[in-house]
């Protein structure tokens, strides 16, 4: 872990450690009806929140209203989470500069997360059982090395994304992303779309474990990678990706071609077609280079 990592660490447990106590006493008070000092301050909030939303708190709140809360809390948190995305370069505590991310890159992060952090736990689950390994889950996660993954798989495990979330994501934010390439795909008229596999070549673990150089700023590693390849896999559409040239350091390059949904068959030809003109220029791999 980099210094940064382990200050971030530190900060954590200390504001866990002054807070934990004083938010432990408020929480009892509440959940207990009693007074607490705290009232002077969130009572008026409290009672502004209510009267916006119309709940009266002394009524109990009927099951099918709590699910339309339940959903509606998720719309919101979406909404918010791409918003977001779209202003975040005007907005403060952005120390690396963070550029607005493209719409469908964000609609694409709705998607993302909530879906493989929700399904990576029962196919961790499925190939443990299926390739008869005596391995548990948490013995898998603590031998990951890599702190990124390690993080991601630790959300998955510990139900980070609730069960509406995930359903929303499949059964609203993605069909929006399959109806954008779509979309494209028919207003292009092409069958295959070709791109670089990652923005950068491999970096070295020590340094960018958290973080990656990118056009002279630091920026996420694990996102940086993915950025690529992750819309096509959140939509479903057949997808290839293969080793092109070498790039500095002797360091592999690759890239993608997606196709539309269902064209599994003919990607396979044109990536086979991709790959005979790599071969006879593997000698001149500067050549391809644009």
């Excluded at 980070?160 to 359903?167: F, G, K, L, S, W």
Aim: net charge neutral; aromatic share 8%; with cysteine.
């Amino acid at each position: 872990m980099t210094a940064a990592g382990w200050a971030q660490l530190i900060a954590l447990i200390v504001v866990i450690g002054v807070t934990a106590p004083l938010l432990g006493r408020y929480m009892a008070n509440v959940y207990e009806a009693g007074p607490s000092r705290l009232d002077r301050v969130f009572g008026p909030v409290e009672r502004l929140v209510y009267r916006a939303c119309r709940i009266d708190p002394e009524r109990e709140q009927r099951w099918n209203v709590y699910a339309l809360s339940v959903l509606a809390f998720s719309v919101v948190g979406i909404v918010l989470l791409y918003l977001i995305q779209r202003i975040q370069s005007g907005l403060p505590f952005n120390p690396t500069d963070m550029a607005n991310v493209a719409p469908a890159l964000s609609l694409n992060t709705a998607v993302s997360f909530p879906v493989v952090l929700h399904e990576t736990k029962h196919a961790l689950q499925t190939y443990l059982r299926v390739a008869g390994l005596n391995l548990t889950l948490q013995e898998l996660h603590d031998a990951i090395a890599s702190p990124d993954v390690k993080e991601l798989v630790g959300l998955s495990l510990h139900g980070h994304i609730a069960p509406h979330d995930y359903q929303r994501a499949l059964g609203s934010e993605r069909p929006r992303l399959q109806q954008i390439y779509r979309d494209y795909f028919a207003a292009h008229r092409v069958e295959a779309v070709l791109f670089a596999t990652t923005p950068l070549p491999a970096a070295p673990i020590a340094g960018s474990d958290s973080t990656v150089a990118l056009n002279g700023a630091r920026v996420p590693t694990f996102a940086t990678y993915i950025r690529n390849t992750d819309p096509a896999s959140n939509a479903g559409i057949p997808a290839i990706s293969f080793p092109a040239i070498t790039g500095s350091g002797h360091l592999p390059l690759g890239v993608e071609i997606d196709g539309p949904y269902g064209s599994d068959r003919r990607l396979l030809a044109i990536a086979a077609a991709l790959q005979a003109i790599l071969e006879r220029h593997s000698t001149n791999p500067q050549r391809l280079l644009p």
